[in-house]
């Protein structure tokens, strides 16, 4: 009797068991499912949203650009919350440096500064070599330029001179400011202008010049002996002498890290200034998918005669754009790959959100906290490399405009009929890669450092302003 009873409730116990068991687990693992699922969602939610904005700007830019002609205040307001973004970018530009540059050095010693710095080095010039190579091989293999082109775009704009011992000099000067206040917002250069000189006082007597005194004012004429002379000097312009700061800020990084103890209680706020910077850089990012919406629409549609230009441009545009994604998508992973190990595609997908804002922005500097944040929360690369390694690279390793500015000097000596020898294709290479290491400290750098090279190899400066319609998209 107790034995039938004990087998009757056997069953019940064992069913209830597995019914609380069925309970305990199914419920936390769907409760698991959906936790991971928002994570990845949340996780990747602002590269999504940064994706459909460089969509959405291409797209509206494209279709207003089918509309009447819009009046130019549209324009203004279409690309204002596009401003507002590069403007806060570049506003955590100088915070980022100092605090990245200080707390990174800081916390390596001198010796493994130096070997970081020497591999970076190499690596900077090696890839920069690499591009403007790159660039003369495809200009003279796809050769877009053509002699009747040149007769389609006009005269261009005359440039004033500019010499390279001049560039160069002051790429030292700005790597050594005088004063580092105002490092922060103005930069050096050399200018040339042009004065009159008048002769001296004892050949006065046979210019042929008269005085004339009429109703209490002097009209001078000029003497004939007057001549127009050249003169150089040093000014300061307008634009923040990133190289400097770099450069002061570098040996601050490493005299603080010498000293140990003593110096905690700076690299402790210096730590925190580079947190507080990146807090500041997570908040702009949730705007940025917007900022580069409306970056990308205003510029489309400010861009005139944009199929006349693609027409008359198009291979030479090509040509860049076949050269940087070569570069970009062949030779940088490749690099990668035969130095890490690792499989270059993962690494490139954890910085897919800094290649969406340099594509919107157009610019290397801006999108340094973008680069951080990926490098060191997707990637988790020590932040004492990055803090020392992104600030330098963002300043001097222009791969790309090595590859643009060698581009475009082929492409105007084709255009000129011009049959450049060898000697003279290896210095466009050479000077394409100083001058693209120089870009940041010299105003107006594109402008300047494509007039270094086409000055170096002899070729009209004025093409120049012929290429300035698809600067903007290069």
């Keep these: 009797m107790a034995s039938t009873e004990g087998a ?54 494209g279709l207003l650009r089918l509309a009447s002609p819009i009046h130019p205040d549209v324009v203004m ?45 190499v690596y900077y010039m090696s890839t920069t070599i690499i591009a403007a190579v790159l660039g003369v091989i495809l200009v003279l293999a796809i050769h877009p330029g053509n002699p009747k082109l040149k007769k389609q775009l006009g005269p261009g704009k005359k440039n004033d001179e500019v010499s390279s011992l001049d560039a160069f000099l002051d790429l030292i000067r700005n790597l050594f400011p005088e004063n580092l206040v105002q490092a922060c917002f103005q930069q050096i250069q050399t200018v040339t202008k042009k004065v009159l000189v008048a002769p001296p006082p004892d050949e006065e007597a046979n210019a042929t010049s008269a005085v004339v005194s009429l109703l209490n004012e002097t009209v001078t004429e000029v003497p004939e002996e007057t001549k127009m002379v050249i003169k150089k000097g040093l000014e300061f312009k307008d634009g923040m002498n990133v190289l400097g700061l770099i450069g002061f800020f570098i040996a601050f990084g490493i005299a603080m890290g010498k000293m140990g103890d003593q110096a905690k209680l700076m690299v402790d706020f210096f730590n925190i200034l580079n947190e507080i910077v990146m807090k500041l850089v997570i908040m702009i990012m949730w705007y940025s998918p917007l900022g580069i919406a409306c970056l990308i629409c205003g510029k489309i549609i400010a861009i005139k005669d944009l199929e006349v230009v693609a027409r008359q441009l198009g291979m030479y545009m090509v040509t860049v754009i076949i050269g940087l994604i070569i570069h970009g998508g062949i030779f940088l992973p490749l690099i990668y790959f035969v130095v890490t190990r690792k499989n270059p595609f993962s690494f490139f997908a954890g910085i897919f959100q800094a290649w969406i804002t340099a594509l919107g922005t157009a610019s290397s500097a801006g999108t340094l906290p973008v680069t951080f944040r990926c490098l060191e929360e997707n990637l988790g690369i020590d932040k004492r490399v990055t803090r020392f390694v992104l600030p330098v690279g963002a300043t001097i390793n222009m791969d790309g405009t090595a590859l643009y500015e060698a581009v475009a000097a082929i492409f105007i000596a084709q255009m000129n009929g011009v049959v450049l020898d060898g000697g003279q294709i290896v210095t466009v290479s050479l000077t394409a890669t100083l001058a693209s290491v120089g870009a940041a400290s010299i105003p107006s750098a594109g402008l300047v450092t494509m007039l270094l090279i086409l000055t170096a190899v002899g070729l009209p400066t004025e093409d120049i302003s012929l290429l300035v319609a698809v600067d903007w998209l290069l």
């Design 8 to 61: 009757n409730n056997m069953p019940k116990q064992v069913e209830v068991r597995m019914h609380d068991s069925h309970l305990g687990s199914e419920e936390p693992k769907h409760r698991h499912l959906g936790l991971r699922l928002c994570d990845k969602l949340g996780k990747n939610l602002l590269l999504t949203l940064t994706v459909f904005g460089v969509i959405l700007g291409a797209v509206c830019g």
């Design 77 to 121: 307001l279409i690309a204002f919350p596009g401003d507002i973004l590069m403007r806060m970018l570049k506003m955590l530009i100088l915070p980022l440096i100092i605090s990245s540059l200080i707390t990174g050095l800081s916390g390596l010693d001198a010796k493994a500064s130096g070997r970081l710095g020497t591999r970076a080095m």
